[in-house]
Each structure stands twice: as structure tokens, then as C-alpha cells.
């Protein structure tokens, strides 16, 4: 049998700043339909990855491919490309409603029947939004935000959603709101979604495979549940002896 292609395809990525390596010859990829999880320490480099991916950061070499193609070094051709980022720290539009903070995130689609489609999905998935439509983003609490956040995004219709640190500043019980919502956008779905969590144990139970990031290097590679039962992992990361 032929060997698949990744959907995204990360090859010897390198990134500076100034003197400082962020991230050195990291390989990674993401398979159409999987959830693939990063974990690793404040300043591993997780989120300097996704928003190299995102085109918000610049590589200084390597290659990233989606799709089978290379991707533009353009932050709006990346999501006309298939890939939006959930940010870390939501970055909602405070001023703005929720109806449009969710219709920025359609900004790259013109079919305004097919837009009003996906508005419709987003507040199936979360009704809570629906019933703050009018409300202004800044006045929502820190999960409802957070619910806005991947809605806007969304609303660009994705082939892989990434989400940079999903949990950051929620309460337990919407944490688990978030990644159940998580785990049905892939199930349900089928989008395929990378996440960079501080979470590592809920990150490892959800994903299907993940990269453990250190100092900006891959220093190890697996199934969610293999990393998870890592005796270095499970000292490391998730405090366990």
C-alpha cells in the first residue's frame, strides 16, 4: 500500500528569535481525522509552533506542508488554506457582540446562505452563545469566551482546527465542557484538530497521538495512551512517581 499523506506536515522547523532558538528541526505531523496533542513546559516553544503554523511567527528554515502542498507564509492564506487558530487567551473582540465576533471568523466566505448554516452549527454545539447573541463578547465569562473563541473559528469552515493552550484560566468543571466539545468536533465531525495544552493528562487521555516539546526540540513521540504510561513522562509532566 501507498504511505499516506499527512494532512499537515511539518519538516525541520527551526525558529529565532534574534539569538534565541525557539524551536529547532522539529518534525511533526497530523493525520487527516486524528487529534494530536503537544505538551511540555512554559517556554518549550508550543505556542511559538502554532503560530509558525498559523503564519503569525516567521520560520527561519524547514518546510510546513497541508495538504500536500506548501504553505503560504501569509496569515490570511492560511486559513483560506484550511487551518485556524484558537489563540491562547481567546483574543475575542471585546466591543463586538457575540453574532459578530463569530461572523469575523467567516470573513475569507462570501455564500452568505452557507455562513448562516455554520452560525446555525456553531450554536448547536454551543447553545450558550445563542442565547448571548447579542451580548458583547467582553462581558462573557472566561468559558463562555472560550466557547467563542473556537466558534469564531470555526465559523471558517476548517479542515484542522489548532487550539493553543484551551484550558488556560478555566474553571475544572468547564474544562471538561471544553474538551468533550473537543473530542465530539473530531468524532462527530471528523475535523482534525492539534492542541497544545499545559494539561498534559487530559491532553494525553484525548489525542490520538502526541509530540512532548523541551527547550524546542521533540524529545519524544507517541499514542496519547503510551506517553500517558511513560515512566519519564509521568514524572515530568504529570507529576507522577
Known sequence: MPEKTPLLDILDLSVYYGGICALDKVNLHVDKGEIVAVIGANGAGKSTLMKTVASIKSSTSGSINFNGQTLMKDAHKVVTSGITLVPEGRRIFAPLSVRENLMVGAYTRTDRQEIEKTLEDVFELFPRLKERINQRGGTLSGGEQQMLAVGRALMSQPQMLMLDEPSLGLAPIVIDVMFETIVRLNHERGLTILVVEQNATLALEMCNRAYVLET?????????????????VRASYLGIK
Open 216 to 232: 524546542g526540540r521533540i524529545k519524544m513521540e507517541g499514542t496519547g495512551r503510551a506517553l500517558l504510561d511513560d515512566p519519564a
